[in-house]
């Protein structure tokens, strides 16, 4: 059995839940035992110097010492048995001092140590109150040396020599117990609040890690609740007013006209509400990439197609050349058409009546290339690095009033990476803007 298992077993349960009680606990039987063995070892000193009570008193403090921690084991309260271990010593040495010669005894000094373990065993408390008591005593050995009264000695009186030499060591080791128990319970102590100490500052990182992430989280939120708020507002605003135009108005060609505007604003408020919910789920969640071979210059013939409507509203030409004999690239028909999307439709936005969006495909070493160059203001140099960040508000703003929630961009970069390919932008400010991504061609 290992001696902190000794120990616990004379602990009552109880004490296990609360710390200070337990410390004090262990520490009551940790010194009960060692006292005992300590006394055992005197007993046998006592008959080499045919001290007699010497023996009683040693067997009576090894008895004493060996009953005391199973009172541990009751609810009697620690400081009482405490006070009992201090007792049962402190008569052993006030008895052994006063038949062994008062101040001229080898064991008269002990009595400076049992202050000393009531200090340490009980409290500060117990430590004054038998200090007082240790004075008081010491101090009437002094007076009845004062006086010449002459004390009894019991032991062999022609081993004194022996005697001072066996017994006066015995006080360096009680005073070495002590300090080694003290030093023991010291550094266990710090050892320990050193781990909490450490623990804490764990969790509070973990806490502060995860509180940034948190608060990361909320106000990506709250920003989104601001972007569909702020955005939605006006094409919301317009579908209202135009359904009471259409109420109102009875020529059909008018009514057709405001259907149609109606149909815009739901489409606008539409692709938004898209834009977020695919932004916040491509952040959560892995997309599903469906790997097949994809013809860019096919893919980009159709997206152009679909978008010269928007590009005739302001009267700019839509541009698609190409180098290339073929432009077959690995990726997924559902998320790449959605990278060109954006890019084109980012170009329209900014770019002025009466101008051009070019979309060139070349080969580079490799990789397929798509371009897609406007004639709008550019972007500048300082808020080049927030390009592709999720909500990017830069000063260029769209030329007729389109809306641009700042997610474009960033979804387009998140859906190259995912197929293995990269974004980039490139241009001057006030002459227009090129972006560009890339993907490995399939090699024949």
């Known amino acids: 059995m290992k001696v902190s298992a000794l120990i616990d077993y004379f602990i009552h349960p109880a004490y296990f839940s609360v710390p200070d009680k337990l410390r004090r606990a262990r520490l009551c039987v940790r010194a009960c035992l060692l006292t005992c063995l300590f006394s055992n070892a005197y007993i046998w000193l006592s008959l080499y110097f045919e001290y007699q009570l010497g023996v009683q008193l040693m067997i009576f403090n090894v008895v004493g010492f060996l009953l005391l921690p199973f009172l541990c084991k009751t609810r009697i309260p620690l400081n009482v048995i405490g006070n009992l271990y201090v007792l049962i010593g402190a008569l052993a040495v006030f008895v052994l001092t006063y038949y062994s010669g008062g101040i001229w005894s080898a064991i008269y000094p002990w009595i400076v140590s049992i202050p000393v373990l009531a200090i340490l065993v009980v409290n500060r408390v117990s430590g004054l109150a038998w200090g007082g008591i240790s004075y008081l005593v010491m101090q009437w050995f002094g007076l009845l040396a004062l006086e010449g009264e002459q004390l009894p000695v019991e032991y062999n009186p022609e081993m004194k020599t022996a005697w001072f030499v066996s017994v006066l060591p015995g006080l360096l080791l009680i005073v070495l117990f002590i300090a080694y128990v003290f030093e023991s319970i010291q550094r266990k102590a710090l050892t320990e609040l050193e781990e909490k100490n450490d623990l804490l ?181 300082e808020e080049r690095e927030q390009l592709f960040k999720k909500f990017s508000k830069l000063s260029a703003r769209p030329t007729d009033g389109e809306s641009s929630s700042g997610l474009g961009l960033s979804l387009a970069k998140r859906y190259a990476e995912l197929l293995n390919g990269r974004v980039w932008y490139e241009g001057e400010l006030g002459i227009g803007s090129t972006f560009g991504v890339e993907f490995p061609a399939v090699q024949h």
């Open 201 to 381: 500052k764990q969790q509070k990182e973990t806490i502060s890690t995860q509180s940034a992430h948190l608060q990361k989280h909320v106000e990506e939120k709250e920003y989104i609740i601001r972007i569909l708020a702020h955005d939605l507002k006006n094409p919301l605003s317009n579908i209202t007013s135009l359904i009471h135009l259409v109420n109102e108005e009875e020529d059909p060609v008018a009514r057709n006209k405001f259907v149609e505007m109606i149909n815009q604003s739901a489409e606008k408020s539409q692709d938004l509400i898209n834009s977020v919910l695919e932004m916040d789920f491509s952040d959560q969640q892995s997309l599903m990439i469906n790997w097949e071979n994809v013809d860019l210059k096919e893919m980009l013939k159709e997206m152009v197609e679909q978008m010269e409507l928007s590009a005739h509203k302001k009267q700019i030409k839509l541009l698609l050349e190409d180098s290339l004999g073929s432009a077959m690239v690995k990726g997924d028909r559902t998320y790449m058409p959605l990278i060109f999307e954006n890019f084109i439709s980012n170009a329209l936005k900014f770019s002025e009546y009466n101008t051009q969006v070019k979309i060139y495909i070349e080969n580079q070493a490799g990789l397929v290339q798509v371009k897609v160059s406007d004639q709008g203001p550019g972007i500048k140099v």
